[in-house]
């Protein structure tokens, strides 16, 4: 049997088990899928063992270990070196090899929900770790005229400015204000942090945002997190992250497998997950 796994702490409640399974199932290949949670300070050990066996095909990685992995690769894809992220590493004979599959899941989400045509386009991201890095690189291969980036911290900010020099990105404060300003002129959101993930709100609204302004949560957990619930509420086009999940691991499972299984009947399986969230936690 041939499996693959997922590096990260906390790991939480993760769906890639359930992706990962069906594709497996869909191919006609044995094979499982486990995550792991790796204690902090360990990733070297761990990754090491992890190249002794034999049956591991790969494995992707989360926060925290995005950026921190990069070192341990043997090579990485051009994606990698642009971005500075990897998720999805391939174990060959006796070599890793890093890959990034998030900018791409996101570049498939966009596509599938809001079409291709981002020229011209002004687009606010938020947040300036490894989620954001890939959505900042899909946006600028989308060709968006402008993407500013919204970071809590200054000196991030303006680390994140030199080292996606080919972005053109402009760093703002992560603050009510300035985000405000921003949405005014925005044709996309996208959130990058985790606010949202334990019901927190934003501190900014949503109601300068144009009419035809649209939001993406890359959170799929819960399915609207409270700036959702605020763009449903304004009338505006939104999204969480479910498609990104699932096209971000379709790409991992093939760069590990050679195999690109139909996505439709595992995004069938995510969104039944999905209206399981809807019911009181009683019923489910
Ligand atoms: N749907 C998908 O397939 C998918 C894929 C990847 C990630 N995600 C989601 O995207 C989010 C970010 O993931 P990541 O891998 O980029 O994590 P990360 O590397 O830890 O980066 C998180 C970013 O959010 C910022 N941040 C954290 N808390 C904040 C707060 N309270 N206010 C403002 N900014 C805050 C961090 O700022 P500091 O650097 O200052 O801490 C950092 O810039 C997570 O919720 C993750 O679940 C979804």
Known sequence: MKWAALLGNPLGHTLSPLIHQAAF????????????????????EVVTGLCFMENLLGFNVTVPFKEAIKRLMDFSSREVDLI???????????????YNTDWSGFLAALDETWGTKWEGKRTLVLGGGGAARAVIYALYIRKATKILVATRSQVKGERLKEELPW?????????????ERALNEADLLVNATPVGLKGEEMPFSLKSTKKEGMVMDLIY???????LREAKEQGLRYSNGLSMLLYQALEAF???TGKRPDPHPIKALLENWEKLQEQPKNLR
């Not at 204690?39 to 070297?44: A, F, I, R, T």
Request: charged share 20%; proline share 9%.
């Open 221 to 227: 957990n819960p399915p609207i997190t409270p700036l």
């Open 254 to 256: 093939y760069i590990w």
């Open 25 to 44: 199932q869909q191919v006609g290949m044995e094979g499982t899928y486990i995550p792991i949670q790796v204690k902090e300070g360990y990733l070297e």
């Open 84 to 98: 500075g992220a990897v998720n999805t590493v391939k174990r060959g004979e006796d070599k890793l090899i890093g």
């Open 167 to 179: 972005s053109s990105l402009e760093v703002i404060p992560f603050q009510r204000e300035a985000i």
